[in-house]
């Protein structure tokens, strides 16, 4: 099973600024790395598939970068409704299907 | 448009079962890879089980030999059969999808509203 591994844990930052979310693999997932913003008592949404491409109706603000096992999602400036947990998650080998513990972005 | 909806959650004693049932619209649940995803109270995103569109099941090794994941083509519903519940599978349900063609087998861009299964006596 690969283990997906994200940092931190939590993120403090403050609105207009950059958001810089890391996520590591337990061994290569080539680009098969998806990330979810998940905000409370909502389901998850896809933002980006094949670690950098953006999913339907996903703002520009937000970018995909990596391959193998070291990953990274940047949210450029971060607005209001950015403040969630984020979730990279990959499918490269599976089953299983692994997710990361996740990021939570707060206001600083 | 496109939708899954989650019914069947609720409070189960231990060692009971509960079916848990993923209505989909605009799309056929046959055709795609349909997953149950759950989430525990305050945790992560954990992948429970998928049905592939030709029909094998795959499950995590936590809930293999208690669940079972399985479809109604007539209905166009995904279904999963929760047995021998422990208190470890309290969590929200999820079903989730690629319902873009865009989107990768194994990523998700459709996911239900989720539906609550709390186990305990």
């Known amino acids: 099973e690969i283990v997906m591994t994200q940092s931190p844990a939590t993120l403090s930052v403050s609105p207009g600024e950059r958001a810089t979310l890391s996520c590591r693999a337990s061994?290569?997932?080539?680009?098969?790395l998806a990330w979810y913003q998940q905000k409370p008592g909502q389901a998850p949404r896809l933002l980006i598939y094949?670690?950098?491409s953006r999913a339907t109706g996903i703002p520009a603000r937000f970018s995909g970068s990596g391959s193998g096992t070291e990953f990274t999602l940047t949210i450029s400036s971060l607005q209001s409704e950015d403040f969630a947990v984020y979730y990279c998650?990959?499918?490269?080998?599976?089953?299983?299907?692994?997710f990361g513990g996740g990021t939570k972005v707060e206001i600083k | 448009e496109v939708q899954l909806v989650e019914t069947g959650g609720g409070l189960i004693q231990p060692g009971g079962s509960l079916r848990l049932s993923c209505a989909a619209s605009?799309?056929?649940?046959?055709?795609?890879?349909m997953s149950w995803v759950r989430q525990a109270p305050g945790k992560g995103l954990v992948w429970v089980s998928i049905?592939?569109?030709?029909?094998?099941?795959y499950y995590a090794d936590s809930v293999k030999g208690r669940f079972t994941i399985s479809r109604d083509t007539s209905k166009n519903t995904l279904y999963l059969q929760m047995n021998s519940l422990r208190a470890e599978d309290t969590a929200v349900y999820y079903c989730?999808?690629?319902?873009?063609?865009?989107?990768?087998?194994?990523?998700?861009?459709?996911w239900g509203q989720g539906t609550m299964v709390t186990v305990s006596s």
């Open positions: 094949g670690a950098s």
């Open positions: 049905i592939y569109s030709s029909g094998n099941t």
């Open positions: 605009g799309f056929t649940v046959s055709s795609n890879y």
């Open positions: 061994q290569s997932v080539s680009s098969n």
């Open positions: 989730a999808s690629e319902a873009d063609n865009w989107t990768p087998l194994g990523a998700f861009d459709i």
């Open positions: 998650q990959q499918y490269n080998y599976w089953p299983p299907l692994t």
